[in-house]
């Protein structure tokens, strides 16, 4: 028996590198982008800012329907030198340092988290949406509790982009979210002003990027990406982990036998099957990608699904081999939009596994009709899956 929606997910991965492979560069006239697939390529698109741009609103030769959106005024969404000032606002909260120090709560969370587990796991709801909601909100300073909420809010405002953004449903749905996440933040960041805290959002409030405080509708747009791409990430990260060991009982059965090496499976996970499948930019100037000539203003996107399996960078470029070395993978960015919260996203996959691998004795198997996907523009994503054990 095969697990049809999985095999579909991994078969997705390999055949767009091998489409890229074949055609590295073109143009798909439906999305006014050019798709870009080769690993030099695609490190040239996210590491040459002053060219492709991240900033959306100010570069996009076209209408950008989804404007509305708060990512598209925040850090990600943001060129040097801005980038830099509001980027060092809030790194010392993710250094590797930082993130050592609060590493024993995240394990002790992702055990938690599966101790009243018996013989099935619901993998997103029961460990891959609490476990980075809790350990965000532990930084950020704000409840927990609010879960679903959090989930609910993040799953409107992520979905509410591109042509999803003229869906009068999508945007109903952007626009209650945005409204109540903004409600709940200007409270808490009011919290904060009253009774100054030691976390991300007391060091956003104390901040003075400018010479002048950030507006509360900046820090609110601040906390809205802060908790998205502080979940969202470490969330597919997490099931596709999890779905590599299950598919790989002898992978699974080394980790039972030898757990240092989770780290290694973790980075070639994200290799693999990375958790965002491309990344957009936009062009400040005319350029040239691949032969072809790319009109300024115009939507690149990077493709780190391909670029993560060119065959001219890896050997096996389709296989998981732990320990991969070297493995320069853009599954976290590059340039000065590396991604900000890589080593918590690490991690927290880390301890994740490991509870996992503690609680879930024998061999993995996913129970019929309990893996769900949606696709996207730029990939599939999973939303729902359940990991059963035994033997």
């Known amino acids: 028996?095969?697990?049809?929606?999985?095999?579909?997910?991994?078969?997705?991965?390999?055949?767009?590198?091998?489409?890229?492979?074949?055609?590295?560069?073109?143009?798909?006239?439906?999305?006014?982008?050019?798709?870009?697939?080769?690993?030099?390529?695609?490190?040239?698109?996210?590491?040459?800012?002053?060219?492709?741009?991240?900033?959306?609103?100010?570069?996009?030769?076209?209408?950008?329907?989804?404007?509305?959106?708060?990512?598209?005024?925040?850090?990600?969404?943001?060129?040097?030198?801005?980038?830099?000032?509001?980027?060092?606002?809030?790194?010392?909260?993710?250094?590797?340092?930082?993130?050592?120090?609060?590493?024993?709560?995240?394990?002790?969370?992702?055990?938690?988290?599966?101790?009243?587990?018996?013989?099935?796991?619901?993998?997103?709801?029961?460990?891959?949406?609490?476990?980075?909601?809790?350990?965000?909100?532990?930084?950020?300073?704000?409840?927990?509790?609010?879960?679903?909420?959090?989930?609910?809010?993040?799953e409107a405002i992520t979905s509410f982009a591109g042509a999803f953004a003229t869906d009068p449903a999508r945007r109903t749905a952007f626009v209650s979210a945005f409204a109540e996440l903004g409600d709940y933040f200007r409270d808490v960041i009011e919290e904060h002003r009253r009774s100054p805290a030691d976390d991300v959002i007391g060091a956003l409030v104390a901040a003075e990027p400018d010479g002048t405080a950030l507006s509360t509708d900046e820090l609110v747009d601040f906390c809205a990406l802060l908790l998205i791409n502080?979940?969202?990430?470490?969330?597919?990260?997490?099931?596709?982990?999890?779905?590599?060991?299950?598919?790989?009982?002898?992978?699974?059965?080394?980790?039972?036998?030898?757990?240092?090496?989770?780290?290694?499976?973790?980075?070639?996970?994200?290799?693999?099957?990375?958790?965002?499948?491309g990344t957009d930019r936009f062009t400040t100037a005319t350029t040239s990608i691949g032969g072809h000539t790319v009109e300024a203003g115009t939507r690149v996107v990077?493709?780190?699904?391909?670029?993560?399996?060119?065959?001219?960078?890896?050997?096996?470029?389709?296989?998981?081999?732990p320990g991969r070395d070297p493995n320069p993978h853009l599954s976290f960015g590059h340039g000065v939009h590396f991604c900000l919260g890589a080593h918590l996203a690490r991690c927290e996959v880390r301890a994740a596994v490991d509870a996992a691998l503690a609680r879930m004795p024998g061999e993995w198997w996913l129970p019929p009709d309990r893996f769900t996907t949606r696709r996207t523009p730029v990939g599939i994503d999973v939303t729902g899956m359940a990991l059963k054990w035994g033997g």
């Open 230 to 277: 502080g979940h969202e990430t470490t969330r597919t990260l997490i099931v596709h982990t999890l779905l590599c060991l299950q598919r790989d009982p002898a992978l699974l059965r080394r980790l039972r036998a030898d757990p240092e090496l989770v780290p290694a499976v973790v980075e070639e996970v994200l290799r693999l099957l990375p958790p965002i499948g």
């Open 302 to 321: 990077g493709m780190v699904v391909s670029a993560n399996r060119d065959p001219r960078v890896f050997v096996r470029p389709h296989d998981l081999v």
């Open 1 to 154: 028996m095969t697990d049809r929606p999985a095999d579909e997910l991994l078969a997705w991965h390999e055949d767009v590198a091998v489409a890229g492979a074949r055609e590295p560069v073109r143009f798909v006239e439906p999305l006014g982008a050019w798709f870009v697939h080769g690993h030099a390529d695609v490190d040239r698109v996210l590491t040459e800012y002053a060219l492709f741009s991240s900033d959306e609103l100010r570069h996009s030769a076209q209408d950008v329907p989804h404007r509305d959106n708060p990512v598209l005024r925040t850090l990600v969404a943001t060129d040097p030198p801005r980038h830099h000032v509001l980027r060092r606002i809030v790194s010392r909260a993710f250094t590797p340092r930082s993130v050592a120090a609060v590493e024993q709560r995240i394990v002790a969370t992702a055990h938690g988290l599966l101790a009243g587990s018996r013989d099935e796991l619901d993998v997103v709801v029961d460990l891959a949406h609490p476990l980075p909601i809790a350990t965000i909100s532990a930084l950020l300073g704000v409840e927990a509790e609010r879960q679903a909420d959090f989930v609910r809010w993040a």
